[in-house]
């Protein structure tokens, strides 16, 4: 008989089994749908981290340039864009944060500065107005800027009159000219979180982020601030065209920096950039390996459990498996049967489970995975993989079912599945425990310094309005004020304190007198 004229029975009769044994469903269902949920939850976190691509236009095509883990000054960019002839055209770009004023409104956002042919590169049109524009990277140009749709809808309930209104970023007045499209993210990163709220162009960062020792960073050949991406040219390997771009790149870095003896030159390479910097790959990559490999082994538990299930369910069907095999059904025809059951089972729990995943998916903080057909194949191939492995026990203990004594096999599998269960749950707990006792050591560390009773705020003043100098009388000022404040025992200020979660390459230095720096201030609180 063709499969498909018997699989639709085989259906029926499963759900009629499942339905007369509403515990055993439930139970097997919860179970499933717990650990087939977490299974998609961690995934659908990992592909946001790790797999995905920026949301333009064949992001595959983006080469990111390096040195040695560092950035580029921006005379560099124009001599390598200069001379690049096996590439794309090269965009440059520096992210930062700025103080972005609307109305009376001021607030600290993500910005990225970038040179004119930033949109045209990246193959991104805005929504709403016009991009950044070659004529926009000039000196004599008007500040102008391109705001998110986050951003667009947070301050300017997405008014279409939003186009051409003023703001100010670090009390420098710009012009609205565009609204980027929903889902952008910029080039540096694919996670929203990342996201620029607003994009300048590269000429006006000196007027907008000034230096704060009041030098022009953006000409300076030693101020490697800026990152470079560029597509790849058709018929130019990438080792061709690191090897022609790094031959380049020394003899700029020879003509413009001072290079002593014995210092090593540093080489030019070139990566995947189709999920731009890629920067939490370092910070993320571990974890979400770890998490997966331990859902993975809770994934395979639960298979086991409901194996076991199974297993004792069967055994009360051993008068019916040898009725079947009296009236001649075949023992492939029990395997199927069987097969089809478990299946029916891991499609139950793999729906519930990935609307459990769903529903939980903003509960890990700053999170919020997408999921698409990639997330739904997934959980689709664990369902099956977990009805395969789940009713592979089972079947094989039906498929030995004699006519006479009924599963005299099974008891050999279903010693074999509790062994399993008991090996693979032994496994776990001790993982746990080395995990917990991680943990509880990581909390017990003692810092070398006191961490109750404080409060930590940051203070960024504009450079225009507060240069070197008259930063720092304000803070002294802002110090005096908070000291005076009735409860606070002491008051300091640093540029990097302890207790921020910034990540710096530099030294941490803490801010003396007479130094330029934005520090936060750190206060210590009476009991």
């Known amino acids: 008989m063709p499969m498909p004229a018997v699989l639709p029975p085989d259906l029926v009769f499963a759900a009629r089994l499942l339905r007369k044994s509403p515990g055993f469903t439930l139970v097997a269902t919860v179970s499933l749908a717990l650990a087939i949920g977490a299974n998609t939850t961690i995934f659908s976190i990992a592909k946001q981290l790790l797999f995905e691509r920026l949301d333009i236009p064949n992001a595959a095509d983006l080469r990111l340039l390096t040195s040695m883990d560092a950035n580029f000054s921006h005379p560099m960019y124009e001599q390598l864009r200069a001379q690049n002839q096996v590439l794309g055209d090269l965009l440059a770009f520096h992210a930062t944060a700025v103080n972005a004023t609307v109305g009376e409104n001021a607030e600290r956002v993500l910005a990225h500065e970038v040179s004119g042919n930033y949109y045209a590169v990246l193959g991104v049109q805005p929504q709403l107005g ?82 704060s020792d009041g030098r022009n960073w953006l000409a300076d050949p030693t101020s490697r601030s800026v990152n470079i991406l ?17 031959t380049q790149f020394s003899t700029i870095v020879r003509a413009t920096l001072p290079i002593h003896a014995g210092d090593t030159v540093p080489r030019l390479t070139l990566r995947d950039g189709s999920r731009g910097l890629f920067a939490q790959q370092q910070v993320f990559a571990t974890p979400i390996s770890v998490l997966m490999i331990f859902l993975g082994l809770v994934l395979l538990l639960a298979c086991a459990n409901i194996a076991t299930l199974m297993l004792a369910r069967g055994a009360r069907r051993q008068r019916e498996m040898s009725v079947r095999l009296a009236l001649g059904a075949g023992r492939a025809r029990i395997l199927r049967q069987m097969l089809v059951e478990s299946l029916l089972l891991a499609a139950i729990g793999g729906a ?47 498929m030995r079912a004699q006519i006479a004594d009924g599963v005299k096999g099974s008891g050999v599998i279903g010693k074999s599945v509790v062994g399993f269960q008991i090996t693979l749950a032994t496994l776990l707990i001790i993982s746990a425990g080395l995990f917990m006792r991680s943990l509880a050591g990581l909390t017990a560390v003692n810092p070398g310094f ?15 309005r507060y240069p070197a100098g008259a930063n720092v009388a304000f803070h002294q000022r802002m110090e005096q004020a908070i000291a005076n404040i009735p409860g606070v025992a002491s008051v300091s200020a640093a540029e990097v304190p302890y207790l921020s979660g910034e990540r710096r390459t530099r030294p941490r230095r803490t801010l003396l007198p007479g130094l330029s720096g934005v520090p936060p201030f750190r206060c210590g609180l009476e009991r």
């Not at 609307?355 to 369902?383: C, E, K, M, N």
């Open 230 to 246: 560029a597509r790849t040219k058709p018929g130019v390997s990438d080792s061709a065209a690191q090897a022609a771009l790094d």
């Open 130 to 211: 016009r991009a950044i524009r070659p004529v926009d990277d000039t000196a004599g140009s008007e500040p102008v800027v391109v705001i998110s749709d986050q951003f667009w809808e947070r301050d300017f309930a997405r008014s279409p009159a939003v186009l051409g209104q003023s703001i100010t970023l670090n009390d420098v007045p710009v012009t609205i000219v565009g609204v980027n499209p929903k889902g952008f993210t910029g080039a540096a990163s694919t996670l929203p979180s990342q996201t620029p709220a607003v994009i300048v162009a590269l000429a006006k960062a000196t007027l907008v982020t000034p230096s």
């Open 450 to 464: 006191r961490t109750d009773h404080l409060l930590l705020a940051q203070i960024v003043l504009p450079q225009n």
């Open 352 to 398: 519930s489970g990935l609307a459990l995943a769903y529903v939980g998916r903003g509960a890990i903080a700053r999170f919020t995975p997408h999921f698409d057909w990639q997330v739904f194949g997934f959980t689709a191939l664990v369902s099956i993989a977990t009805g395969v492995l789940s009713g592979l026990a089972p079947a094989l203990a039906a």
